[in-house]
């Protein structure tokens, strides 16, 4: 049982480019969330899924795109990168049926030079 | 009125001694209040948690204080150990049949000093 994993653990982007950060979680979690989080500036949540083939946008959804095609996967789509989306991403995921806890992963360090 | 507030930025405690962070609320629909811990590299793990119907909420070390009146909790660490040494994040949200969708405060980095 690994919990969330995410892929890469480090990335330097140049601007412009684009690129999928993966999250996949084997705790068969209904919800899953990617949150982004800037020095001082606490987590902000950028896509959140309910359920497979649902999406909705959180607090800072601009320049991003996700999908959710099996349960167990939540990949966060970053196009045409710019610096102000330099930060440290997390996926998290919970069950749904009543568990309190949310479960995240251990971060993916994206830098946008 | 999504906003948590969260104090202070930074703590330097002594061994031993006690550890205070405080959060603001203003959304009164708020009816779970967790508190994460983050240690660096990793991601951020549940510390304990608490609903608005207690004021207090202990569990080992940690304590929540919770003031509904007042829209605010704490959080305590009692005989604070250098491997307390993280950082602490308040958080609240509306919790609908299981689904979270947490607003964080921005963090407070404790050290504490052998």
């Known amino acids: 049982n690994a919990g969330v994993t995410q892929t890469p653990k480090f990335r330097i982007l140049k601007i412009g480019q684009s690129m999928t950060l993966q999250c996949a979680q084997d705790m068969n979690h209904n919800y899953m969330y990617w949150y982004r989080q800037d020095p001082g500036m606490g987590l902000k949540l950028i896509y959140y899924s309910v359920g497979a083939g649902i999406t909705d946008k959180g607090e800072v959804p601009n320049g991003y795109n996700v999908s959710r095609s099996t349960t167990e996967d939540f990949p966060l789509r970053l196009e045409l990168a710019a610096p102000s989306q330099t930060s440290v991403y997390f996926c998290?995921?919970?069950?749904?049926?009543?568990?309190?806890?949310?479960?995240f992963g251990e971060g993916s360090w994206l830098t946008v030079v | 009125q999504q906003q948590v507030k969260q104090s202070p930025q930074s703590l330097i405690v002594q061994k031993g001694g006690i550890s205070i962070i405080n959060c603001a609320y203003e959304n009164t629909a708020f009816d779970y209040f967790p508190w994460y811990q983050q240690f660096p590299g990793k991601g951020p793990a549940l510390l304990i948690a608490i609903r608005p119907d207690v004021s207090e909420k202990k569990e080992g070390r940690f304590t929540i204080s919770f003031n509904k009146s007042a829209k605010q909790f704490s959080l305590h660490i009692m005989d604070s150990q250098p491997g307390d040494s993280a950082t602490y994040f308040c958080?609240?949200?509306?919790?609908?049949?299981?689904?979270?969708?947490?607003?964080f405060g921005t963090g407070t980095r404790l050290l504490v000093s052998p």
């Open positions: 958080a609240a949200s509306i919790r609908n049949t299981g689904f979270q969708k947490l607003v």
């Open positions: 998290a995921s919970i069950t749904g049926e009543g568990g309190n806890t949310i479960y």
